[in-house]
């Protein structure tokens, strides 16, 4: 393993996808867990914005603001989860390294 510390932030932000371009480049097995972690985090908060449309809104935050308030919590709540993890990232992990070889 490598002494870089593990990446903060989610998939969507360029500083971080520069970053694990980098990282694929002086420690691949690192890059991978990470790109899986971020493809975790990305499924989340797909999942998480599927379960709010069909909750269906209330009249009294639906406003601009409040949906891009909401969209900003689920995606800090689907990055936090991710760094825990839900089993999908060690999944595609073991099927990126397997598939490899």
Do not use: C, W
């Not at 935050?61 to 689907?78: G, I, K, W």
């Amino acid at each position: 393993m490598s002494d870089l510390p593990p990446l903060q932030g989610v998939a969507m932000d360029g500083r971080h996808l520069s970053q694990l371009k980098n990282l694929e480049r002086e420690a691949p097995d690192q890059a991978a867990a990470e790109a899986a972690k971020q493809f975790e985090a990305l499924f989340i908060q797909q999942m998480m914005k599927t379960m709010r449309e069909a909750g269906g809104s209330s009249e009294f935050f639906d406003s601009n603001a409040m949906r891009t308030y909401t969209e900003m919590l689920d995606q800090q709540f689907s990055s936090d989860l991710a760094q825990r993890g839900i089993g999908l990232a060690e999944q595609l992990l073991g099927e990126l390294q397997y598939g490899a070889k």
